[in-house]
């Protein structure tokens, strides 16, 4: 079966240091997608991992473990754009593109 | 200049019509899909068409009847629409590449609401 697990909300701080986790168990796996999905507005790409370790991007990073089955968004100097919900989303099929997503982790960034 | 152009953005209709989404994109992709968002946010891949070929097609009822007339295309037809088919409904695309790399693009989304 396909299970993929994220908090459901996070709140912090603008300025401040934001780790989303996400943990998933899936019958294939081919890579790991993060996405931003803004309130009202289509998903965006964020990043994507498919080896273990860090990728980082300005001031998102992704981590990936394949073998715990585990991987974060780690989003720094945080800003109130960055309220928004962050979809984690495996790959399963090499040839398809089929991503199951998870069912998103609500970041609320106050002041 | 929009990368993947969905109308119509909002759907209200009743219980038991038929209507149709579509879907259009300009990125020179050969996949295409249509995604639901529930009210949880949770989303779900329904269909997928590769060069106007279904090939992901997950459980969906057969009310639902995607339609891709060429690879930059793809339709959603609902007949007898319900109550539990109110949903945010997604199309993407994405380009069926070499490297695993290759993200969706999304478009803005049609929230139906079925009364």
């Known amino acids: 079966g396909q299970n993929i697990d994220q908090p459901t909300e996070m709140t912090a701080t603008e300025g401040a240091i934001v780790q989303i986790n996400c943990t998933y168990q899936t019958s294939g796996f081919n890579g790991l997608f993060w996405y931003q999905q803004h309130a009202g507005e289509a998903p965006t790409f964020l990043s994507y991992n498919v080896l273990d370790g860090l990728e980082e991007k300005g001031r998102f990073s992704s981590f990936l473990s394949r073998s715990k089955g585990y991987s974060y968004l780690l989003l720094k100097e945080l800003q109130m754009k960055d309220s928004a919900s962050y979809l984690c989303a495996v790959r399963d099929d090499a040839g398809f593109q089929k991503l199951v997503f998870g069912t998103g982790t609500r970041l609320l960034v106050s002041p | 200049d929009t990368a993947v152009s969905q109308t119509p953005k909002y759907l209200v209709t009743q219980m038991g019509n038929d209507k149709s989404i579509k879907c259009e994109q300009n990125?020179?992709?050969?996949?295409m899909y249509w995604y639901k968002q529930d009210s949880k946010k949770f989303l779900k891949i329904m269909f997928s068409y590769n060069n106007k070929e279904l090939i992901i097609n997950e459980t969906v009822p057969n009310r639902f009847s995607p339609k891709s007339p060429d690879k930059a295309h793809l339709n959603l037809h609902i007949n007898s629409l319900e109550l539990g088919d109110s949903a945010v409904y997604f199309c993407?695309?994405?380009?069926?590449?070499?490297?695993?790399?290759?993200?969706?693009?999304f478009g803005s989304g049609t929230q139906l609401s079925v009364l």
């Open positions: 993407a695309s994405s380009h069926r590449a070499r490297q695993g790399s290759e993200k969706l693009f």
């Open positions: 990125l020179g992709h050969d996949t």
